[in-house]
């Protein structure tokens, strides 16, 4: 008689041994990584500073900001020097129940690491493809900012673990506490909260307010951004308020003592002038070295910074907008100017000036109006709308006429454009109608280029805030949108090299601690536009006697002898803005003139007395050192129609350039009825009553 086994029972053993197999492997794996891990760690320790020795503790190494010579020191970010270690019972206790608030609010209660925060952190990293999410603890902070170098790598965050529970076997809580306190940026070139104290409040640690302390707390999370010095104070009373409200929370201060101190900012002291050249151009350096490195590596990375700045220019740049300020503050209440030098082969910025006093809190002075500012162009951003028309087919001698008109707008009001003297002229040209700034023909030239196709242009030339043309009308080509100086520079820059545009750049190089090359400066250009064009508007800007009728008793300010200059002038409604944009083949230097606060210049503050006299000064000593340079002339154009060069007479009637144009085929035939334009009867009748008068 034959047994055999069950199937089922087979299939059970089977399992059970395939179970044994996969728990026995997975305790192998398990303890094999777990060896691993240990051997790993071990050595790492090994390699890690021994944080009972006080020379461990290593001092942060500032980044420098050097002129493009390297020679010039401009700005120390976050300079060490500023340190003074005090004992733990002169710090105050709102001092250290703030900083642990917002800092590490469970300080107290977990070891040296937070695991929910670190779970959190890696999450939203792991989810980001980047390490964007930190969760350190006050004693991972102090290891970090003590002892390691600060790149965000999974490796220093380990390194950076083993070393917060090391610290924490060897010091008490309020030991890490004190240490940390001590040693921590606040900015400024100071590190600890005596130094923080003494360079914002100019008073010791142990005198400070709740006010004080809260907002010495919410500088430690990103120090150089929320410098009360810099251009987001806004923000650090914000986060100030935050670490009010976690106080509050947590039952360190009453109800009352935090809404007494909510939304309230303390007296700072003035920042040290002598601490710092050209400040607009190295806090611009500075944010843009923070939004590439971080807050870790410019403070304690001691980084090299080879800056594209002259600093002779720069000085000079310094002195022209500060003496040009004074001289219009006095004469047209116009109490704040600007200027930004570039040169239009490289795109390198050599002169920035933000305003007239960096330190002048009267007129706002540490706002950079060159980058943050947006206003209004006035009639300086008329040169693009121009190029578009020569774009189109139209010339510089084209005719149009300088007559009282009204615009279609399609809306329920009409639009009639009026000149600065409130003078017409009748039969003008394209080219003396831009050099001569006259607004009505600038209207017609915009409505015949076309407003989108303008706006693409001026974009694509650097003009980055034009984004939507459905927010302008005719009058964009008056003024009606609103730019950067910064960015106008650049694109008039791109005028000057005949369609090329060479990327702005503040930086040439930079290095790390090591002597490790981060950066480099490159030359990135692309031809934006065909060069025929701009070199149109470089001829009809450079023409001296084009414009001269324009500044009349100021003519001398906007030329040089033997020197081939480009310029443009702009004024807004109110004289609320002046600007002058003059340039050479190699130097394009933009100048603005008004106040921060947007309110009117008195009358005749414009552009012609208000910025040209700074624009002059710059560069009269710039030009001493720049080669003598011509522009490039444009190519001869072959005209289609007749009123293209320079007649508007066709069988012995005058009419709009509408009668003989089609806005969609300018150089093709003439519209059958050009009565289809919804601009046609509205320029027709003024030229027709100027050709009655006129005989």
Do not use: C
């Not at 965050?157 to 040693?183: G, P």
């Not at 990103?222 to 308020?241: Q, T, V």
């Not at 009565?675 to 009867?681: A, E, R, T």
Request: proline share 5%; hydrophobic share 35%.
């Amino acid at each position: 008689m034959t047994t055999s086994t069950h199937p089922h029972k087979r299939a059970d053993h089977k399992r059970r041994n395939l179970i044994i197999k996969i728990i026995s492997i997975s305790i192998v794996l398990i303890v094999a990584l777990g060896i691993a891990g240990v051997i790993h760690v071990a050595r790492i320790a090994k390699n890690l500073p021994d944080p009972q020795k006080s020379g461990s503790w290593q001092m942060q190494e500032s980044t420098k900001l050097y002129d493009r010579t390297g020679e010039i020191l401009l700005y120390e970010v976050n300079a060490q020097g500023k340190r003074t270690v005090i004992p733990f019972d002169q710090i105050p206790t709102n001092a250290k129940n703030a900083t642990v608030s917002i800092e590490d609010a469970g300080f107290y209660s977990h070891s040296a690491i937070d695991l929910i925060g670190i779970f959190r952190a890696v999450f939203i990293n792991l989810m980001s493809g980047e390490i964007t999410q930190g969760a350190s603890t006050i004693t991972q902070q102090l290891a970090k900012n003590a002892f390691l170098t600060p790149e965000r790598t999974y490796a220093r965050k380990i390194n950076e673990i083993i070393l917060a529970f090391w610290i924490e076997r060897y010091y008490s809580k309020d030991e890490i506490l004190n240490l940390y306190l001590n040693q921590i940026a606040y900015g400024a070139g100071a590190n600890g909260i005596e130094a923080g104290s003494q360079t914002y409040f100019g008073k010791s640690a142990k005198d400070l307010t709740l006010l004080e302390a809260t907002t010495l707390a919410a500088i430690i999370q990103r120090p150089s951004y929320y410098s009360p010095w810099g251009s987001h104070k806004a923000d650090l009373i914000k986060r100030k308020d935050r670490v009010l409200e976690e106080m509050y929370a947590a039952g360190h201060i009453s109800q009352k003592q935090r809404d007494d101190n909510l939304k309230i900012s303390p007296r700072f002291l003035e920042q040290s002038i002598g601490s710092i050249k050209a400040p607009h151009f190295s806090m611009a350096v500075r944010d843009y070295l923070l939004n590439k490195y971080g807050e870790d590596v410019i403070n304690k990375g001691g980084l090299k910074v080879i800056t594209t700045l002259d600093y002779n220019l720069q000085q000079v740049a310094e002195r022209v907008v500060k003496e040009g300020a004074a001289n219009n503050a006095e004469l047209y209440k116009g109490h704040n100017a600007s200027l930004v030098a570039q040169d239009t082969k490289t795109g390198q910025i050599l002169s920035l000036v933000g305003s007239a006093d960096y330190f002048d809190e009267t007129i706002d002075g540490n706002f950079n109006v060159a980058i943050q500012g947006l206003r209004q162009p006035g009639s300086s951003i008329k040169p693009f709308a121009y190029m578009t028309a020569f774009q189109k087919g139209y010339t510089p001698e084209t005719i149009l006429f300088d007559v009282s008109t009204e615009f279609d707008t399609s809306g329920t009001v009409s639009y009639r454009p009026e000149n600065y003297d409130h003078t017409y002229r009748g039969p003008i040209n394209l080219r003396d109608s831009l050099a001569q700034s006259i607004n009505v023909t600038a209207v017609k030239a915009l409505y015949l280029a076309g407003l989108d196709d303008t706006i693409k242009n001026a974009f694509d030339f650097g003009l980055s805030t034009l984004t939507d043309p459905k927010r302008y009308g005719l009058s964009f080509v008056l003024g009606g949108g609103e730019i950067r100086l910064f960015d106008m520079v650049g694109a008039y820059s791109v005028l000057a090299q005949d369609g090329i545009k060479h990327q702005q750049s503040l930086i040439l190089s930079v290095e790390d601690a090591r002597g490790n090359l981060l950066e480099k400066y490159l030359d990135r250009s692309t031809q934006v536009i065909e060069a025929q064009y701009p070199r149109m508007i470089n001829d009809v800007l450079s023409d001296p006697e084009a414009r001269r009728p324009l500044f009349q008793n100021s003519f001398d300010l906007t030329v040089f002898p033997d020197r081939d200059i480009a310029l443009k002038t702009g004024t807004t409604n109110d004289y609320r803005d002046a600007w002058v944009f003059g340039y050479t083949p190699s130097l394009v230097v933009g100048v603005w003139a008004g106040n921060n606060d947007n309110t009117p210049m008195q009358r005749s503050g414009g552009s012609i007395l208000a910025a040209v006299p700074i624009w002059n000064g710059f560069m009269a000593e710039a030009l001493l050192t720049q080669p003598t340079e011509t522009f490039t002339r444009p190519e001869p154009v072959s005209v289609a129609k007749p009123m293209f060069d320079g007649n508007y007479l066709s069988n012995g009637e005058i009419h709009s350039i509408l009668h003989y144009v089609d806005r969609a085929d300018p150089t093709g035939s003439i519209p059958g009825n050009p009565s289809q334009d919804p601009q046609y009867p509205l320029w027709e009748a003024p030229v027709r009553t100027w050709a009655i008068n006129n005989g």
